[in-house]
């Protein structure tokens, strides 16, 4: 049980677009969802918090407005990463949480873009 | 901001070695989580220690809590080439499960 998706598994685009990553617990119902950054050799770095039907609260220093983040569903939360660029390549992880507290990680997105 | 700074930062070892990674903070933790990552996959959950002092086995691992909470060790005894991986210690505070991440250690077993 407490399995964890994403999608795509790695995707690449170009500069200036738009990318969409799912998260999605496949098998119980996470009322908090969590997305990371890691950068090659590093460990994770929180991006934001986010709980189901409600905004998604920001680390210091992540710009919302390039991350966006919805959590529609207790299945379900989106990063989008808007008008991409080169800097914002990195592999992002989602992590979801139920009635317990251990978060379970989804096995990660990488983004390159060109 | 809390920090949770693990040494080594990798470790180079032969098949059978036993090794110590050290994870330490200087803010206090309500549990502590330990994890392994391999290239290209998220973190896996290794295990949670709760009580200030506690010792959890698993198998060739053992995880020791500070008896303050602010700090961790993992301890692997005859290493073997699949253990090979990023070890991540995570600290939670409070009930919001929100967990920060050590710095990381990464540990390389060869034959």
């Known amino acids: 049980g407490a399995v964890v998706s994403q999608h795509p598994s790695w995707v690449i685009c170009k500069s200036g677009t738009s990318v969409k990553i799912e998260c999605r617990s496949l098998?119980?119902?996470?009322?908090?969802m969590f997305w990371y950054r890691q950068f090659p050799k590093q460990s994770l770095m929180l991006m934001a918090t986010?709980?189901?039907?409600?905004?998604?609260?920001?680390e210091q220093g992540v710009e919302k407005d390039k991350f966006l983040i919805n959590h529609a569903s207790l299945t379900l939360s989106t990063l989008t990463v808007t008008s991409a660029h080169p800097e914002d390549s990195s592999f992002y992880i989602c992590?979801?949480?139920?009635?317990?507290?251990?978060?379970?990680f989804g096995p990660g997105t990488r983004l390159t873009v060109l | 901001t809390q920090l949770l700074e693990q040494s080594p930062q990798f470790l180079s070892i032969q098949e059978g070695e036993n090794l110590t990674v050290y994870c330490n903070s200087s803010s206090v933790f309500s549990s502590l989580q330990w994890y392994r990552q391999e290239p290209g996959e998220g973190p896996v959950l290794l295990v949670t220690v709760v009580t200030g002092g506690e010792v959890k086995k698993l198998k060739r691992l053992t995880f020791q809590f500070g008896d303050a909470r602010k700090d961790s060790s993992l301890h692997i005894t005859a290493a073997q080439p699949g253990d090979t991986g990023l070890y991540l210690c995570?600290?939670?505070?409070?009930?919001?499960?929100?967990?920060?991440f050590g710095t990381g250690t990464r540990l390389q077993v060869t034959l």
């Open positions: 992590s979801a949480t139920g009635s317990w507290d251990t978060q379970y």
């Open positions: 098998d119980f119902q996470a009322t908090t």
């Open positions: 995570a600290g939670a505070t409070g009930t919001a499960s929100k967990l920060t």
């Open positions: 986010s709980n189901e039907g409600s905004k998604a609260t920001y």
